[in-house]
């Protein structure tokens, strides 16, 4: 894909809620708290899945939807809504009104959830592990988008970087796999 419009935002939300309701049970880690991370990202994109369900694609910008993905999870209790509902504000901020998004515009949406995440982040273990891997995420899209590589192959090495973190991540693993399969999602919606 060349370039990312308001139809691949619903698929590429789509995807993500597919991805991680596929994976709740290896995001539900041992102890409480990753017990409960599980659910609450399925629980999450679920619920911006079916509200994004009744919309009409052309009428929104990108921008729109992730600003809708935001709005939904600020009615969600939690550490990970609060979180994701940052990241997505950030990126709707960042892409205003733009219709179509190559490689360097996505670029700032992906670089601005990651600030969103890092800038919302608590003390807690869990914060500062999904924060690192979008951080590390952020990095690698940027630098393939340096190299002027098309958005799937960006997209591609900020999956890769944030899934090489995730394998060897020790302490809040279930964290930074989410992370990880969301981005994974977000190519695989817009390859």
């Known amino acids: 894909m060349k370039a990312a419009d308001s139809i691949s935002m619903v698929e590429m939300f789509s995807e993500i809620a597919v991805a991680i309701d596929e994976n709740r049970s290896v995001l539900s880690g041992k102890n409480q708290a990753e017990w409960e991370h599980g659910a609450t990202m399925s629980a999450m994109f679920g619920a911006i899945e079916t509200a994004l369900a009744g919309l009409e694609p052309s009428e929104w910008s990108p921008g729109r939807y992730f600003d809708f993905a935001a709005e939904t999870l ?8 609060r979180l994701y509902a940052a990241a997505f504000r950030r990126a709707g901020t960042t892409l205003l009104r733009r ?12 670089t601005a959830m990651a600030s969103g995440i890092r800038d919302h982040a ?9 924060a690192d ?3 590390k995420a952020a990095a690698a899209y940027l630098d393939a988008s340096k ?3 098309p958005l799937a192959d960006c997209l591609q090495a900020a999956a890769a970087a944030a899934r090489g973190l995730a394998s060897t991540t020790e302490h809040g693993r279930p964290f930074a796999l989410s992370a990880s399969l969301i981005i994974r999602a977000m190519h695989d919606a817009l390859k």
């Open 99 to 110: 219709k179509r998004l190559g490689p360097e515009e996505f670029g700032l949406a992906f």
């Open 74 to 81: 600020l009615a969600m209790e939690g550490i990970e809504p």
């Open 122 to 130: 608590g003390n807690q273990p869990r914060d500062q592990v999904i």
């Open 147 to 149: 190299r002027d590589l």
């Open 133 to 135: 891997v979008w951080e």
